[in-house]
């Protein structure tokens, strides 16, 4: 990949072509640069409280293992009660609260409640798509899915400055918070990505695009 200025002077990665002129699968993601952790760094993860349902609780980290760890260098760990030094992502469960991240991949390092989960799946179904209904595991999958991207340092993917403008994703990218710093984009929009509110399969069913797994193998290689 190649890293190149576009003419909103965002750095955006070229596919090369190789071999017999097979191009490089296409890959996405776009990356709040300042705040990617280094390369196969070991983060801990825990949880502020453990009164929050266990198996959804590890329903949470299989779908990290199983997604982010599975396709990059980087090794969340722990996942057991925080103590109030604790490093990494903290994670509060908040059934009343929007999931959410407080702040973009380093940037979580430490900081109490920096991700907010929900298990109220009768909750998150009024905001989220009906998929959520009676589909906890499912749905906690792949809201876990997409926050942990964030705490990987990636942006919402509708909110990229090179997004095509006629793809009629308006609506979401204003309901996604049009939150775009240090941009670095890999190659090009991927409306498929995990991280894009567009996505037709609602949070991607909870499963990285291909595009997602190539721009991961970039951020953070194996
Ligand atoms: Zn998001």
Redesign the pocket.
């Known amino acids: 990949m190649t890293l190149v200025k576009t003419a909103t002077g965002a750095l955006t990665a070229v596919a090369l072509v190789l071999g017999l002129g097979a191009p490089i699968p296409a890959s996405a993601l776009s990356a709040n640069a300042r705040f990617l952790w280094p390369k196969g760094s070991q983060i801990p993860v825990c949880w502020e409280s453990l009164e929050s349902d266990p198996f959804f609780r590890s329903e949470v980290q299989y779908a990290v293992e199983d997604t982010w760890m599975t396709q990059s260098s980087i090794v969340f760990y722990g996942w057991d009660q925080c103590q109030p030094n604790s490093r990494g992502i903290r994670i509060k469960v908040d059934n009343t609260a929007w999931?959410?991240?407080k702040a973009d991949g380093v940037g979580l390092d430490g900081m109490p409640g920096g991700m907010i989960l929900n298990f109220d799946v009768d909750k998150l179904s009024k905001g989220f798509d009906k998929l959520c209904r009676g589909a906890p595991v499912f749905c906690i999958r792949a809201i876990a899915v997409?926050?942990f991207?964030?705490a990987m340092a990636f942006?919402?993917e509708q909110n990229r400055s090179d997004r095509p403008r006629a793809d009629g994703c308006v609506k979401a990218e204003y309901q996604?918070?049009v939150r775009r710093h240090n941009e670095l984009n890999i190659d090009r929009y991927d409306p498929f990505s995990i991280?894009n509110?567009c996505n037709p399969d609602w949070s991607g069913n909870g499963k990285l695009s291909p595009g997602d797994i190539s721009a991961i193998s970039e951020f953070y290689p194996l």
């Open positions: 999931p959410m991240v997409h926050e991207g964030h942006q919402h996604g918070g991280m509110y």
